[in-house]
């Protein structure tokens, strides 16, 4: 398999970390966001939205979206299960995913940021409160449905789902854009307990081909 992605991509992110996991081994292919490479010609035939990540199977097969991706590596490789296979269980994960994947991240990435400032006018200041806000907005309803999942390690339970591989990327964003996480304490412990985590320190943005200081 071969991986098109962008270390500090949260989209890309959440698929390193789901092939950690799972322990499956791919190509790196680092593709610039900030100098535009996504943009390309090249990448475009690749993605049409012109994004990352972008996995090319064994078959030579294109998968763009990376909730997508994830659902493709969990039927190729079911342990460990990252959506489990009970209606409800697999529902729960599904919207804590949806919730950082739908809500959260589209309109806080790079492309709307982008337009913001070069097509509407916003300076650094709006368009940091524009992004604080939101992601303000998603991690309380965020952290309203993990409280109602009990005390665990992780999102749900004793074993990583598809909501962890979500919910590392969004925070190490909302860190690195300095939003105040104070108020979300269920959140930022299962984020720290990923963290500890060899697969998730193996998927990390620092220990990409393509990392940039």
């Known amino acids: 398999m071969q991986l098109y992605s962008f270390f500090n991509s949260s989209t890309s992110y959440r698929v390193r970390i789901a092939l950690a996991l799972k322990g499956l081994d791919y190509d790196y292919h680092g593709i610039n966001l900030r100098s ?79 337009y913001l400032q070069k097509e509407l006018g916003v300076d650094a200041a709006q368009k940091d409160a524009w992004y604080r806000h939101w992601v303000a907005e998603g991690l309380a309803a965020l952290e309203v449905l993990l409280e109602r999942q009990g005390s665990h390690p992780y999102c749900f339970g004793e074993q990583p789902t598809l909501a962890d591989c979500c919910l590392v990327p969004q925070v190490a964003n909302a860190e690195r854009m300095g939003c105040d996480l104070s108020g979300y304490p269920k959140v930022m412990a299962i984020y720290r307990h990923c963290l500890a985590q060899q697969a998730f320190q193996a998927a990390a943005p620092s220990r990409q081909p393509d990392f940039i200081a």
Do not use: F, K, M, W
């Not at 990540?53 to 979206?65: A, C, R, S, Y």
């Not at 079911?78 to 949806?98: C, D, G, K, N, T």
């Open 36 to 114: 535009g490479e996504q943009r390309s010609a090249e990448h475009r035939e690749r993605s049409p939205v012109g994004g990352v990540p972008v996995l090319i199977t064994d078959e030579g097969q294109q998968l763009t979206q990376s909730l997508a991706i994830i659902d493709y590596l969990d039927a190729l490789q079911p342990q460990p299960r990252l959506l489990p296979a009970e209606p409800l269980a697999r529902a729960r994960v599904l919207e804590v995913a949806h919730l950082i994947a739908c809500d959260i991240h589209p309109i806080n990435n790079l492309r709307v940021l982008g």
